[in-house]
């Protein structure tokens, strides 16, 4: 487990992140989302050692970073957002080199040709890596950060560069890491996160601004859940019966999409699930229900309204 308190980084005036705090779960896959600037990088820099933090702690598995650093960074793979790849060399060459700087104790070919066979480069093994493409440069740069199979993987803005092709693929192989490993993965591009994460982390100038479960942050921002109902039957016999379901907030007609039919927005309390009580409700009144689906905001909507609010406190 990754455990952050009260991390702080300062730069002279300017404070890169402010007092933030979190855990990540073995096998759990978490984006860490955030504008261009709010602090992604220089945490992720710190957790791996690569820079020291102003105050607060980073503990992995027990250890804690400026205690022990040699004993974290064992436990750590790291792929920056530019992998550190020596392109002179083939991609074999560059693994047994890297093999022999971690000082990795398992059996030398066997591992490093499990780890290519992971990341799917063992067909470009003895091409020089200058040679190979964005993508395949990506998968060798995993291919290090796998190396002495550590239990925890930091990902900073994996597919940064990336065609829509390379971008698919780097996203299963990381669905794929999690099943083994706990990943920490960075990026700016909402897509990328919940496609990806099973948790989401969004900072903004430096402070946290929601951690939630990638399904329930949009719910978790506005305090409520919601409903969108295409609905045939009169307005006022739809509206009488929706009111009277227990745990119904507030009820709102949108529009109308056809004869005899509108759409409702019917906002809920987020610990009920309302949705075997309406469609009841609906065939009790003679209503017929010819659409029913999540009316909360996208992650974008959520992750905007998150960052401008956070912009305006600062203000």
Same mark, same amino acid.
């Given at each position: 487990?990754?455990?952050?308190?009260?991390?702080?980084?300062?730069?002279?005036?300017?404070? %890169?992140?402010?007092?933030?705090?979190? =855990?990540?779960?073995n096998?759990?896959?978490?984006?860490?989302?955030?504008?261009?600037?709010?602090?992604?990088?220089?945490?992720?820099?710190?957790?791996?050692?690569?820079?020291?933090?102003? =105050?607060?702690?980073?503990t992995?598995?027990?250890?804690?970073?400026?205690?022990?650093?040699?004993?974290v960074?064992?436990?750590?793979? @790291?792929?920056?957002?530019?992998?550190?790849?020596?392109?002179?060399?083939?991609?074999?060459?560059?693994?047994?080199?890297?093999?022999?700087?971690?000082?990795?104790?398992?059996?030398?070919?066997?591992?490093?040709?499990?780890?290519?066979? /992971?990341?799917?480069?063992?067909?470009?093994?003895?091409?020089?890596i200058?040679?190979?493409?964005?993508?395949?440069?990506?998968?060798?740069g995993f %291919?290090?950060?796998? /190396?002495g199979?550590?239990?925890?993987?930091?990902?900073?803005?994996?597919?940064?560069?990336?065609?829509?092709?390379?971008?698919?693929?780097?996203?299963?192989?990381?669905?794929? /890491?999690?099943?083994?490993?706990?990943?920490?993965?960075?990026?700016?591009? /909402?897509?990328?996160?919940?496609?990806?994460?099973?948790?989401?982390?969004?900072?903004s100038?430096?402070?946290?601004? %929601?951690?939630?479960?990638?399904?329930?942050?949009?719910?978790?921002?506005?305090?409520?859940?919601?409903?969108?109902?295409?609905?045939?039957? =009169?307005? =006022?016999?739809?509206?009488?019966?929706?009111?009277?379901?227990?745990?119904?907030?507030?009820?709102r007609?949108?529009?109308?999409i056809?004869?005899?039919?509108s759409?409702?927005?019917?906002e @809920?309390?987020?610990?009920?699930?309302?949705?075997?009580?309406?469609?009841?409700?609906?065939?009790?009144?003679?209503?017929?229900?010819?659409?029913?689906?999540?009316?909360?905001e996208?992650?974008?909507?959520?992750?905007?309204?998150?960052?401008?609010?956070?912009?305006?406190?600062?203000?």
């Amino acid at each position: 487990m990754v455990e952050v308190k009260n991390l702080t980084k300062r730069y002279g005036k300017t404070t %890169a992140v402010d007092n933030i705090s979190f =855990s990540v779960e073995n096998g759990e896959v978490l984006g860490f989302l955030g504008p261009n600037g709010a602090g992604k990088s220089t945490t992720m820099n710190i957790i791996t050692g690569y820079i020291s933090s102003s =105050s607060g702690t980073v503990t992995v598995d027990g250890d804690e970073i400026l205690r022990d650093p040699k004993a974290v960074k064992k436990k750590i793979g @790291y792929l920056p957002e530019i992998p550190p790849l020596y392109v002179d060399m083939t991609v074999r060459k560059y693994l047994e080199f890297m093999f022999d700087l971690k000082k990795v104790k398992l059996p030398k070919a066997e591992h490093i040709d499990e780890v290519m066979r /992971l990341v799917k480069i063992t067909d470009v093994s003895e091409r020089l890596i200058k040679n190979l493409s964005k993508g395949y440069r990506q998968r060798v740069g995993f %291919a290090q950060a796998l /190396l002495g199979n550590p239990p925890v993987l930091i990902l900073d803005e994996p597919t940064v560069g990336l065609d829509p092709k390379q971008i698919i693929e780097i996203r299963k192989l990381i669905r794929s /890491l999690g099943k083994k490993h706990t990943v920490i993965f960075s990026s700016h591009v /909402l897509s990328e996160v919940s496609a990806t994460c099973d948790r989401i982390i969004v900072i903004s100038n430096g402070k946290i601004v %929601a951690d939630a479960k990638t399904e329930e942050l949009s719910s978790s921002i506005s305090g409520d859940e919601k409903l969108s109902l295409d609905i045939e039957g =009169s307005q =006022s016999t739809v509206l009488n019966a929706l009111k009277v379901i227990p745990g119904v907030l507030k009820i709102r007609k949108t529009r109308d999409i056809g004869e005899n039919v509108s759409r409702y927005i019917v906002e @809920y309390k987020t610990e009920t699930d309302i949705r075997r009580s309406v469609f009841k409700a609906m065939a009790a009144a003679d209503c017929v229900i010819l659409d029913m689906q999540s009316g909360n905001e996208t992650l974008e909507e959520s992750f905007l309204k998150l960052v401008s609010e956070d912009q305006t406190k600062e203000v």
